[in-house]
Structures are given as structure tokens and as C-alpha cells.
């Protein structure tokens, strides 16, 4: 009987493919901890194997001592990275279980890594044979009906432009990324005689650049007073604020001639004007606006909600989450799937209602992707979810909802007072007929301000004339959403990379603070390749290679020919480096040691009122938080071993002692306090084994 392997990029999506497309309950195997199923289909043998992510990743063939390097290959990814090692066992169970395949089906999910995933697994794992006979399942959902359907309408070949624009991003990445990082840390160690791991990236530096042009326009922001001017009223028994019609006074003299004109003076309504405005339902998610939402809704970072909205989909309950689309075609079946999240009880009362309508039909934006539709929830019902897990489905469930309800009708009302000749507002907002906010609930919350009864040429009492001298503010900081937002309007990154490349930022010690601040290490890198290397912070260049990787994708750009002039480009940008290597190495060294001293201050020590900082133990090579008045002062602390360590200035409420935030790499950050003792800390145990299982649970999903 001829057998078909098929290849999936993690275990828990092998499950679901092989409970979908069985004809009788799949049987589960094991080789050395690696599950797999087998079942029959159509009078074939079927075989499903997961990966592990990427099991391959490009690697320099030689040592890297100078740059340029463009000698490199993929190679398993356990033999780059130490971290990787349980990818192995993957790599030898695909072997093992393809040695008697004779058919191939890339069943990854459907996007550029998926692709680049599945093939090198067949490629390298399988053999140049499977490649060329493999074919394509492409899906949106984990759903059985999607899944069998994605089957019956196999891709006669693998998608070879995806395939090509994801190793032409990865090559790129790898040759911007290590040969710009190597001469960056070069020039350091000329200059200093020691190592400092410094880094740059394609994507990366000109992110960088637009947060340090950010930090530049805060610094050099100069504050201007202002004055404002309002009236505090009572009406009905509450008390409204009326504003000024000019808002901000930046003229004192006039400023005081008005509050002159309207002290001990009534109130007057002068004229009420009111008017009604629908309120158009919202476009269903793409990533980004996903990310903004769970952002603004629940303070998740970009790269946690991207996380968590993959958990989500690998369990079937929302559609694949790294798409553009803001648009729901009618094939996905609103009907159907409001229907079965109406057998949710706290959604079955919108789903009646939805159902109701004579027509279902979305508010849809502009933006479409090729690949897959926007998010949306499957339909199935959920079994075990995390916290953070409930809130993003719910979220997404109602914002589904939303999308097909009725706009909203909201009347405003506008009251103009006359006050001893000045001119003030009174502004007042109801909702007449909630439409979609009814749906959307507390995601959407309008605040309503309800004015009484009121009639012109009525006097109003006057509590108090307000009279506050303020001062203009610089333009915010971005946060971890709002940058990623800025990316995507700029062209730079992907929707799968954006959230992943400030992560980054933050790692290098370039960037911290929710409210994003840059460090004189991050300022410096900017500041010494503007000088010397332009190029490689600008975002033209950068967003030039998006649109040539696009046009692969596209099937319009051979992928050999944009890597070949992307290292022309980069010949050119790293000779230019070489020539001002010891400038640039005394910038960053003088930089980098600035910002380590700054990062490894934790705040004062309770004891002595000295510094608390990180430091390493020359006996076992363990950090730890010591006073810097030691030995007079032999006050420390443990620090976790794993993880970035980032002061939050503050102390902990509790016990007292400094406050830090432990950022690690593909996980959420968390906040303690450095005294293990902390009454705060008495759950710890049970909230670390629980931690540890989800871990588990979402590296095995």
C-alpha cells in the first residue's frame, strides 16, 4: 500500500489533521517521544509527523573572524543553537518515518515560514525527490471541515514563491543581521581590546532610528505655558464643566481679560444645538489590529497577543492570525459560525440576534492577503483556556460579532453659554440606539454625558470659575503597539516580524519602558551609522527589499537575483564601515559602557543608602544584587539566571526593596521584587509549576 507522510509544523496541529482526515480513529505512535498517526484514507497509508518549528536554520560555513560572511547553509537547527537540542529527536523521527513514503503533503501553516518549514524538512529530510512530488494542503482553520476540504482540493505542486520569498528573507536577514553585528562589535573591540555583543539588524536598525528620532524630538521639545479657562456648574444636583471656546490661551493678558469679563457674571444658554451621527460597526481584525486592540483593551504586548492568538488558532478556536486581510468572505459561513458560538451561553443572546437579521453581511476594510482571510472564530467551543487566552477569544469572538451588526445611533448636543461676553461649551453625548456597541460591549464602551433639560436664555448658576496655567507637552513616547503600528505605515517588517523585531530591541538593551525610552547605547548605535553608514538605518533601502521580496511572492522576482544584489549593497555598506571603524568602535564602546553601568544599577541599598546592582559571581558565574558600598555593606540579593533584568525605579510595597522586570525570549515578561523573602512571593511555587506547564504545553503546541 502506498504511503503519503504528511509534514506539520507542530504536534498539536498533527492531531487535528490526522482526527480530520481519518476515515477510523487514527493511531497514535512514538519514536523517542515525537508523536505521530497513522491511519488510511481513500485505500492509502497515511502518516502525520509534526516539526518543531524550524528543525533547520541558516549557518556560517567557516569561523566568523571578519566580515563580509556569505558562506552559509542550512543546517539542523540543534547543531546552531544548544537552546534547540530537543529539535533533534524531530529531525531523527521524520527520517525514520519517510524512509518508506512515496507521497508527500506539506500541511504547515499556510504562510511564509510555514512553507519554508515544510520544505526543508522534505528537502533535507526526505530527499530532492520529495520536493518535486510533494504537494500543498492550504488552510485557515484547524476545523475538521476546513482540514478535509484543504485535502480534497490539494495544490498539485508545494508553493515555490512562497517558499522562495522565505529563504530570500531569511538570507537577507542572516547577512544584514550577522555581517553588520560582527563589524559593529569589531570595531568595539578595536577600540577597547574585549568583546561587546552589539547587534543590527535589516529591519531591525532603521526601527531603531525612528525611535531615536522619537527620543530626540522629547528632549528637544521646549514647553510653552498656556492658560485654560472653564466654569464648574450645577445642574440637577451634578456638577459639568463648561470649556472656553478658545481652549488654550498662549496670551496671559488676554487670558486674564476674559476671566476678568465673566467673574461674578451668570451663565446664559445662548443657543443649543444638537445633531445625530451613526457610528459604523468596526472591520474585522488583521494582526496588527488585533494587536493594537489587545493593547489598548488589556495592556498585551504585540509579540504576547501574536502568542497567544497561535495558541488559539492551534487549538482550532480562531483562524490563522498572521494575516493582512480585513476582509470575511462568505465561504467561511457567518451563519454556520455564529450559529455554534451561540451554543456559548454568554454569547447565545447576540448570536439570536445576529441570526435574525434578513441579511448577514460584514463591514469590511480595504487590505486583503493572498493567503488567508481576516481573524475570525471558528465556531468550536472552547475547553480549557488560560486567562489571557479567554480574554483575546473573547475579544475576538465579539469584535466577529460587531463587524455584522448595525451601526450605532448617537446624539450629540452642543450648549453655548454666554458668560459676561465670553463664549463657553457645554457638550453632552447619548446613545439612542446601541447597534453594534451592544455586541462589541465593554471592548467599545462610549461614555455617555446626559445633560438635563435645558432651554435658551436660561441662567446657570456658577460654582466656581476655573483658571489653570498649564504647559504644552512633547509628543508621546510609542509604546510596544504603536510602534508596530508605525512599522506597518512605513512598510518595514511583516506582520509576522514586527512584533518579534522590537522584542529584539528590547533584548539588545537598546530600548525599555512600556512607554518606549531609549538608551544611550541604542542613541549611539543610530548616531555613529547615520554619521559613517547610512544605509544601513535607512528605511528606503530596507523598505525597497520588502517590495522585491513581495515580488517574489508574487512570482514576478527570481529570489537568486535579489540576494545577489542585496549583497552588492551590502559589499558597499560594509567597505564604507571598514574605512570608519575606529570612529565609530569609540562611539559605541564609550556608549555600550554607559548604558551596562546604567542597566546593572537596581536602585538603593535599605541598609547603607548605597547602589544595588547586578553583579557576577567570579566563583560560580551566578548574578546576584550586591551593594556597591561592599565590603563595609554586605547587603544582596538572588537574581533569576535567565532573562534580561530591567529596573522599574521603584520599590516593592511590601518589603521595600527595588522592583524588576525579567524579559526573556519568547515569553512574557514578569515584574518581582529582589527580596525572595517578600510576603508577596508566598504563591510563588504554585504560580511557577503552573507556568512551567503552560510553557510545556505551548512549546508542544
Known amino acids: 500500500m502506498a504511503k503519503t507522510l504528511i509534514i506539520c509544523e507542530k504536534p498539536t496541529a498533527t492531531v487535528k489533521i490526522a482526527t480530520a482526515l481519518a476515515e477510523k480513529r487514527p493511531k497514535k505512535g512514538e519514536l523517542n517521544g515525537v508523536p505521530y498517526y497513522e491511519f488510511e484514507r481513500g485505500g492509502k497509508q497515511m502518516v502525520v509527523v509534526p516539526a518543531l518549528g524550524h528543525l533547520f536554520t541558516l549557518k556560517n560555513l567557516k569561523p566568523m573572524r571578519d566580515y563580509p560572511v556569505y558562506e552559509i547553509d542550512w543546517v539542523p537547527t540543534y547543531e546552531a543553537d544548544r537552546k534547540a537540542k530537543r529539535t533533534k529527536v524531530f529531525v531523527e523521527a521524520i527520517k525514520e518515518l519517510a524512509k518508506d513514503a512515496t507521497e508527500y503533503i506539506s500541511a504547515s501553516d499556510f504562510d511564509i515560514e510555514g512553507s519554508v518549514i515544510a520544505y526543508n524538512v522534505l528537502k533535507y529530510l526526505c530527499g530532492d525527490e520529495a520536493v518535486e512530488r510533494a504537494r500543498r494542503m492550504k488552510f485557515s482553520t484547524l476545523t475538521a471541515e476546513d482540514l478535509c476540504r484543504a485535502y480534497d482540493q490539494l495544490m498539485p505542486r508545494l508553493d515555490y514563491e512562497l517558499i522562495d520569498a522565505g529563504i530570500a528573507r531569511h538570507v537577507l536577514d542572516w547577512y544584514w543581521g550577522m555581517n553588520v553585528s560582527l563589524a559593529m562589535s569589531s570595531a568595539v573591540k578595536v577600540v577597547e581590546q574585549r568583546f561587546a555583543k552589539l547587534s543590527a539588524g535589516r529591519v531591525q536598525t532603521p526601527t531603531l532610528k525612528i525611535l531615536v528620532e522619537r527620543e530626540r524630538e522629547i528632549k528637544a521639545f521646549k514647553p510653552e505655558p498656556f492658560w485654560v479657562l472653564s466654569l464648574l456648574l450645577e445642574l440637577d444636583g451634578e456638577e459639568i464643566i463648561a470649556e472656553h471656546a478658545t481652549p488654550r490661551f498662549f496670551d496671559e493678558t488676554e487670558a486674564d481679560r476674559a476671566l476678568a469679563a465673566c467673574k461674578g457674571k451668570p451663565a446664559q444658554v445662548s443657543a443649543i444645538r444638537t445633531r445625530q451621527y451613526r457610528r459604523s460597526p468596526p472591520i474585522p481584525f488583521d494582526l496588527g489590529a488585533l494587536q493594537s486592540e489587545a493593547y489598548r483593551c488589556f495592556g498585551y504586548t504585540p509579540m504576547w497577543t501574536q502568542q497567544i492568538a497561535q495558541a488559539l488558532y492551534q487549538v482550532a478556536l480562531i483562524s490563522y492570525p498572521r494575516t493582512s486581510s480585513q476582509k470575511l468572505p462568505p465561504t467561511i459561513g457567518y451563519t454556520k459560525i455564529i450559529g455554534q458560538l451561540g451554543g456559548i451561553k454568554q454569547y447565545k443572546k447576540f448570536a439570536d440576534e445576529l441570526l435574525g437579521m434578513p441579511e448577514l453581511r460584514p463591514n469590511e476594510g480595504k487590505k486583503t492577503d493572498p493567503a488567508h482571510p481576516a481573524i475570525f472564530p471558528t465556531g468550536e467551543k472552547p475547553e480549557k483556556l488560560t486567562g489571557p487566552q479567554q480574554k483575546l477569544y473573547d475579544l475576538i469572538v465579539r469584535r466577529f460579532f460587531s463587524v455584522f451588526g448595525k451601526p450605532a445611533l448617537v446624539e450629540s448636543m452642543k450648549v ?270 504554585k504560580k511557577r509549576a503552573a507556568a512551567r506547564k503552560s510553557r510545556k504545553n505551548e512549546e508542544e503546541s
Not at 460654582?463 to 513616547?477: D, Y
Not at 509576522?496 to 531609549?518: D, K, M
Request: glycine residues 8%.
Open 416 to 685: 453655548e453659554l454666554d458668560v459676561g461676553g465670553q463664549l463657553f461649551f457645554i457638550h453632552g453625548r447619548r446613545i439612542l440606539d446601541e447597534g453594534w456597541l451592544r455586541y462589541y460591549g465593554k471592548y467599545g464602551a462610549t461614555e455617555e454625558v446626559i445633560l438635563p433639560q435645558l432651554s435658551e436664555d436660561q441662567e446657570l448658576v456658577v460654582k466656581e470659575v476655573k483658571f489653570e496655567e498649564k504647559r504644552t507637552q512633547p509628543p508621546p513616547r510609542y509604546n510596544p503597539a504603536s510602534i508596530v503600528k508605525e512599522l506597518e505605515a512605513r512598510n518595514l517588517g511583516t506582520k509576522s516580524t514586527r512584533a518579534p523585531t522590537v522584542q529584539t530591541l528590547y533584548e539588545r538593551g537598546y530600548i525599555f519602558g512600556t512607554q518606549i525610552t531609549v538608551t544611550d547605547l541604542g542613541i549611539e548605535v543610530v548616531d555613529s551609522l547615520l554619521r559613517y553608514c547610512p544605509e544601513i538605518v535607512s528605511e528606503e533601502l530596507t523598505a525597497q527589499f520588502e517590495r522585491e521580496m513581495g515580488a517574489i511572492q508574487e512570482g514576478k522576482r527570481d529570489k537568486e537575483e535579489v540576494i545577489a544584489k542585496a549583497r552588492i549593497e551590502l559589499d558597499k555598506i560594509l567597505e564604507k564601515f571598514r574605512q570608519h571603524q575606529l570612529e565609530i568602535g569609540k562611539q559605541l564602546a564609550e556608549a555600550y559602557r554607559i548604558t551596562r553601568m546604567k542597566q546593572r544599577i537596581l536602585g538603593k541599598c535599605a541598609k547603607c543608602g548605597g547602589d544595588l546592582k547586578v553583579i557576577v559571581s567570579r566563583a560560580t558565574h551566578k548574578r546576584f544584587a550586591g551593594c556597591s558600598n561592599y565590603p563595609k555593606c554586605s547587603n544582596s540579593f538572588p537574581l533569576p539566571q535567565v532573562g534580561m533584568i530591567i529596573s522599574l525605579n521603584r520599590t516593592c510595597e511590601q518589603c521595600g526593596v527595588p522592583m524588576i522586570q525579567v524579559n526573556r525570549i519568547g515569553m512574557r515578561p514578569y515584574r518581582m521584587c529582589i527580596d525572595p523573602k517578600c510576603p508577596s512571593k508566598a504563591e510563588w511555587g
